[in-house]
């Protein structure tokens, strides 16, 4: 078993040893979050401002563009092709530029180059200034990056497009810009298209072969996070990510290039440039973490070795007493804080424990010897705070036992008095029980007779729940056929309705006929001799229309009647179809009731039955309490014997006085 204090010195060193880990490990977390985060935003926005570089760059030669465009020289239809060139040239040279060209109307081109197919051409004839792809020149076989702009007749800008004007910067133009963006020894930047297409690199090789990440991760997994970044560039996004290449953890900061068409500008870093301080820091405080576990567990072991000896002494007594010894001397302490007054209350303990077992074996010696008229010594004074429920429980089982004994001398006395009474009891208990026995055989016969007619009953409650149930079979198919008539009743009013539409249609046409009869003659009439055939055909014609409306108005009339004599014979079989239904719901609750009277009758007989078992069960009882009867009486005279010696035992003890 560990000793208290090593327990206290392993408890603290344990106890700094952890604080120190999770003070490191937060800290370590802390910084490790710290630099990624500044990173991600160091390479974002170094991102940002490559991209807005690249943009001012594209943005000065887009400019010089659209400053030649205004140039009337370019415009006008004096110069030459070969003095627009010239001065085409001119412009170059001064902003550095590769080559350009003057471009006519009709796509011919100053340097005699046709360009009419050329889309940035076409863009241009539209007003519109382009920057395009990188590209392989077809008149050179260079890389090259051409800005167009539009040519604006006699150099007023936004009137006129008459031609376009282009420049094409260094071949080395993009690639110089992403080469000047140096975050570090490890750092680079690239630019990409659309596509994915690399068209700006420190390698220009890579440029030429139109390097495709997202190609190359289709075969190569190991590029599968560069993809997918690439993936988010190309969707113009600004952002970060991590990826390996070539077995180098590696950070990518991106951003689009405004005023392109796609481009998107990218700055990677390595991790570990990054990354070194943090695992320096980690290194740092694993040393102060192990220096301080040491120094912590030297102080902790000399602390807990002036606590826990005196604390060990004092246990070791106290153990000592558990095992019996009341004699052995306490310890001394000369400290003057806890472990002081431990060992003062290690000496009470002692002390008076031996003081309160010895009073209690005193007090339990004369109870043995049968005397219960004893007291404590010094109850007191012996018994202090919780340990007085130990001189309570002595007196307690004292009293109890002088009560118990005292009352089982009341009770020998009882018993021998009423065991004489028991035996005089179960003799006229026997006598009673043979009388017992004779009622209970006329009883069973008795409910013989009754379960006889129960089963009569319950035979003729079957037979009528039968007749019932063929009843309302009856009574059901009645009530169907009653919903059918009525189901009908209800059609030939829906028909009747239906021919009284109908009736109405005709009666509509024969007026209009009527119209139309009375207007042709009136139109005959004015028409004059030649009409008058016409007319008589009209005039019967309305004749017709007139008896068509009689007719049709007398049909009305006895459909009405039918109509009405069909709701009188719907509602009579309504009335009928209700009654017949109200039957069928009486002869079933006529049905409920018998089957209830049937069930009820099959439950009477059964527990009749059961009476008739009990009866019997009741009969053995009987005969078992008469023999019984008759053994309570031997046993009785066997208990007086035994009280009379109780009471001698009893004598031996000397009871104290309440």
């Known amino acids: 078993m560990k000793s208290i204090s090593k327990k206290m010195t392993l408890f603290t060193v344990m ?49 010089v563009a659209i400053q030649a465009g205004c140039n009337p020289k370019l415009s006008s239809p004096i110069y030459t092709n070969s003095q627009k060139q010239r001065e085409v040239d001119t412009i170059a040279a001064n902003f550095g530029l590769d080559r350009g060209a003057s471009i006519d109307y009709e796509g011919h081109g100053s340097n005699g180059i046709e360009y009419a197919d050329r889309e940035y051409y076409k863009a241009a004839m539209e007003g519109k200034t382009t920057i395009t792809e990188p590209m392989i020149g077809r008149s050179n076989g260079k890389l090259s990056v ?18 376009c004007v282009y420049f094409v910067p260094d071949e080395e133009f993009l ?65 970060f990510a991590e990826y390996v290449s070539g077995g180098i953890s590696k950070y990518i900061g991106y951003a689009p290039i405004s005023g392109t068409n796609g481009w998107s500008i990218a700055v990677t870093v390595h991790s570990d440039d990054y990354m070194v301080h943090c695992f320096r820091g980690l290194i740092i405080l694993a040393i102060i973490c192990a220096a301080s576990a040491v120094a912590g567990g030297i102080i902790a072991g000399i602390i807990s070795r002036k606590i826990g000896k005196p604390i060990r ?12 010894d009341l004699t052995s001397p306490v310890p001394m302490v000369k400290s003057h804080d806890e472990v002081k007054i431990l060992a003062k209350s290690a ?43 130990l001189i309570e429980s002595v007196r307690n089982i004292n009293r109890r036992l002088n009560d118990t004994l005292s009352q089982i001398s009341i009770a020998g006395d009882q018993v021998s008095s009423g065991s004489e009474q028991v035996s005089a009891g179960a003799q006229s208990l026997a006598q009673g029980a043979t009388e017992q026995a004779a009622s209970v055989e006329e009883l069973a016969a008795t409910i013989q007779n009754i379960n006889a007619h129960i089963s009569a009953t319950s035979q003729d ?27 009908a009743m209800q059609e030939i009013n829906d028909a009747s309705t239906e021919i009284g539409k109908i009736i109405q249609t005709i009666e509509d046409i024969a007026f209009q006929t009527n119209i139309l009869a009375l207007n042709a003659a009136v139109e005959a009439a004015r028409v004059g001799e030649a009409g008058k055939g016409f007319a008589v055909v009209a005039d019967e014609v309305r004749n017709l229309a007139g008896k068509s409306a009689d007719a049709a108005h007398d049909t009305t009339v006895l459909i009405e009647r039918a109509v009405a004599a069909v709701e009188n014979g719907n509602n009579i079989t309504n009335e009928t179809a209700q009654a017949v239904s109200e039957v069928e719901a009486r002869s079933g609750g006529v049905s409920d009731i018998v089957n209830k009277i049937a069930a009820a009758s099959l439950e009477q007989s059964d527990m009749v039955k059961q009476v008739n078992i009990g009866v019997e069960q009741i009969s053995n009882v009987v005969q078992t309490n008469s023999a019984t009867a008759e053994e309570s009486a031997a046993a009785s005279q066997e208990l007086s014997a035994q009280a009379q010696t109780l009471q001698k035992l009893v004598s031996r003890f000397t009871f104290r006085e309440e």
């Not at 051409?146 to 936004?158: Q, V």
């Not at 997202?214 to 190991?222: F, G, L, R, V, Y």
């Not at 599968?224 to 952002?239: I, S």
């Not at 409650?461 to 059918?484: F, H, P, S, W």
């Open 347 to 389: 000496a009470k303990v002692v002390n008076e424990q031996n003081a309160m077992i010895s009073d209690i074996g005193n007090i339990l010696s004369n109870m043995a010897q049968g005397n219960f008229d004893v007291h404590s010594n010094d109850a007191d004074n012996t018994y202090r705070g919780d340990y007085k429920v």
């Open 146 to 163: 051409i800005i167009a702009a539009p040519i604006w007749k006699n150099g007023e800008l936004n009137t006129e497009v008459v031609g």
């Open 175 to 239: 690639n110089d810009v992403v080469r000047a963006i140096k975050v570090n020894e490890n750092g680079a930047a690239y630019i990409i298209d659309k596509n994915g297409n690399t068209i700006a690199d420190i390698d220009m090789q890579l440029v030429r072969d139109g390097e495709n990440i997202q190609k190359i991760a289709e075969e190569d997994t190991n590029y599968t996070a560069l993809a997918q970044a690439h993936e988010k560039m190309e969707a113009g996004e600004t952002g």
């Open 313 to 324: 002494l004092c246990a070791e007594r106290i153990e000592k007493l558990s095992e019996g």
């Open 15 to 63: 106890l700094v040893v952890i604080s120190l880990l999770v003070a490191t490990f937060a800290s370590v977390a802390i910084i490790y979050t710290t630099t990624k985060s500044l990173t991600e935003q160091t390479l974002t926005e170094t991102a940002t401002v490559a991209a807005d570089r690249v943009t001012w760059e594209l943005k000065a030669i887009q400019n």
């Open 461 to 487: 409650c079957q037979k009528g729940r039968q007749l019932v149930d063929e009843t309302a079979e009856y009574i059901g198919a009645a009530n169907e056929k009653m919903q059918n008539l009525t189901a």
